[in-house]
């Protein structure tokens, strides 16, 4: 399953939403943001964004030896990192079989 479209852009911000909980400390995050910059990502992309984002901020906090804190900034610098699993020719395929194969 991916979460593609404006269907699923409220699930991958509840999953956004989910993950940051876990993540400390953070500011002023601009989830919106983040979300509309990763329409091709699977839920597991969004994990291992997370796990750089984090490795990212444990790095900094290690050479400053001040707390870190996560902002969107942040993420924008990962998500360059972090290649999305589906591409433009998966989408269009799973989009095409959609309409092929449902019920009608």
């Known amino acids: 399953m ?9 699930r991958r ?14 500011k002023g995050i ?7 910059m990763t329409s091709r990502f699977t839920p597991s992309d969004i994990e291992y964004l997370f796990q750089q984002v984090a490795q990212f901020a444990f790095e900094e ?5 001040h707390d870190y ?3 969107t900034d942040t993420f924008l610098k990962m998500i360059e990192r972090v ?8 989408i269009t395929d799973f989009q095409e079989d959609s309409i ?4 009608e």
């Open 2 to 10: 991916y979460y593609s479209g404006r269907r699923f852009g409220r």
């Open 13 to 26: 911000e509840k999953d956004y939403n989910g993950a940051l909980l876990k993540q400390a400390p953070y």
């Open 30 to 36: 601009d989830l919106d943001r983040i979300v509309g």
């Open 61 to 65: 906090e290690y050479a400053s030896k």
């Open 69 to 71: 804190v996560v902002t």
């Open 83 to 90: 290649s999305p699993s589906l591409t433009e020719g998966m």
């Open 100 to 103: 092929a194969y449902a019920r």
